[in-house]
């Protein structure tokens, strides 16, 4: 195997993604590994950091367009791309994953507040002990 590459399934491993996963989002271009002479996928660590951004992105409902928006955002800047209508764009998803973390956060207070109502309803309706 080459230096510094790794095959699908160590990648799978270390991210916590499924190898179907990782599958799709080569066949949805998000990332593109190189290919050994007998076709196994080889990833080196640009391919798992762009892994592991979309697999943050994706519980947050993003969109595979969005993906590879952002993608495409933090490539050219790592590559020295001085446009700088790339940062204005980095902050506009900087915004939307902090508001997006904010319903999240919302929802799961939510949640807990429900889940305290339920336990108070069960214990309420907790027939009384005979003997007690």
């Given at each position: 195997?080459?230096?510094?590459?790794?095959?699908?399934?160590?990648?799978?491993?270390?991210?916590?993604?499924?190898?179907?996963?990782?599958?799709?989002?080569?066949?949805?271009?998000?990332?593109?590994?190189?290919?050994?002479?007998?076709?196994?996928?080889?990833?080196n660590e640009t391919d798992i950091g762009?892994?592991?951004?979309?697999?943050?992105?994706?519980?947050?409902?993003?969109?595979?367009?969005?993906?590879?928006?952002?993608?495409?955002?933090?490539?050219?800047?790592?590559a020295g791309d001085d446009d700088p209508?790339?940062?204005?764009?980095?902050?506009?998803?900087?915004?939307?994953?902090?508001?997006?973390?904010?319903?999240?956060?919302?929802?799961?207070?939510?949640?807990?507040?429900?889940?305290?109502?339920?336990?108070?309803?069960?214990?309420?309706?907790?027939?009384?002990?005979?003997?007690?």
């Amino acid at each position: 195997m080459a230096e510094g590459l790794v095959q699908i399934g160590e990648v799978a491993e270390w991210l916590g993604l499924s190898l179907r996963t990782i599958r799709h989002y080569e066949e949805v271009g998000l990332v593109v590994p190189e290919r050994t002479p007998g076709g196994f996928r080889l990833y080196n660590e640009t391919d798992i950091g762009r892994l592991a951004l979309v697999k943050r992105m994706k519980p947050l409902g993003f969109s595979l367009e969005e993906m590879r928006d952002l993608l495409d955002i933090t490539d050219r800047i790592a590559a020295g791309d001085d446009d700088p209508t790339l940062l204005g764009r980095l902050h506009l998803f900087e915004r939307a994953v902090a508001d997006r973390a904010e319903r999240l956060r919302e929802q799961l207070a939510m949640a807990r507040e429900f889940a305290e109502q339920l336990r108070r309803q069960r214990l309420a309706a907790r027939p009384p002990r005979v003997g007690s």
